[in-house]
């Protein structure tokens, strides 16, 4: 089996902010556009167009409706790799291609020594595994580990796709174990949460909650519009005929 790190020098993960999630799925195809040729290159897709669609997507975005006694509203829930503390991902792999990166604490398979045992993926409660049938391997998010590291890209450009991609600026990217990093101040200030965390795998990222609704409608300040009056000739006689 495989062994953790001690400590790791950084813990680089996610934010994503449920409130201004609008679900376009952006942040889906940026992930596979940019993997497919990545690190964990390709990413399969079988049959694409047929009755048995299958195929490697390292982000997913569900949909989820929720209902208050103030009304329904649409949450969208992307779910990726959390990069956990303690995943037991890297734990039961029994020849270490699982395994959690003391620099900066990302989680990454080693395609090399990866025999398609399936142990990972029974393990981690959050399905953030896949395995690529088409070469017999497990995959799974990097954090574009090729992106954040280029040093042929823009320092603004060296974010995951999928954090560079998102229209709405619902996903954040940095360090998490640094206290006065901004995506760990906008934990504090939002009460960002953990999946699950009564599992005690500790995951990375961070979800922040919907914000509640006001109880109060909008006020609206706009004077109310007038009646139409109805026109008169040709193009009133029209409009009578179109209106009924």
Known sequence: ?????ARTEKKLGLVIDLDTCVGCQAC????????????????????????HVDGVWFN????????????????????????????????????GASYKRAADGIVLVDEDKCIGCKLCSWAC????????????????????VDRIYNDN????????????????????FGDLGDPASAISQLVTERGGIALMPELGYKPTNRYLPPRARSERAAKVD????????????????????LSN
């Open 1 to 5: 089996m495989t062994c953790l790190p």
């Open 28 to 51: 889906v195809t940026a992930c596979k556009e940019w993997n497919t040729g990545g690190h964990m290159a390709p990413l399969t897709d079988i049959n694409p167009y047929g009755a």
């Open 60 to 95: 997913r975005v569900h949909a989820y409706e929720h209902t208050t006694e103030l009304g329904g509203r649409t949450v969208n829930f992307p779910r990726s790799c959390l990069h956990c503390e303690q995943p037991a991902c890297v734990t039961v792999c029994p020849t």
């Open 125 to 144: 409660p959050y399905g953030a595994r896949e395995f690529d049938s088409d070469v017999g391997v497990m995959k799974k998010c990097t954090l574009c």
């Open 153 to 172: 890209l823009a320092e603004e450009d060296r974010v995951p796709a999928c954090v560079a991609a998102c229209p709405t600026s619902a996903r954040h």
């Open 222 to 241: 706009a004077p109310a519009l007038e009646p139409i009056k109805a026109e008169g000739g040709f193009l009133g006689w029209i409009d009578r005929m």
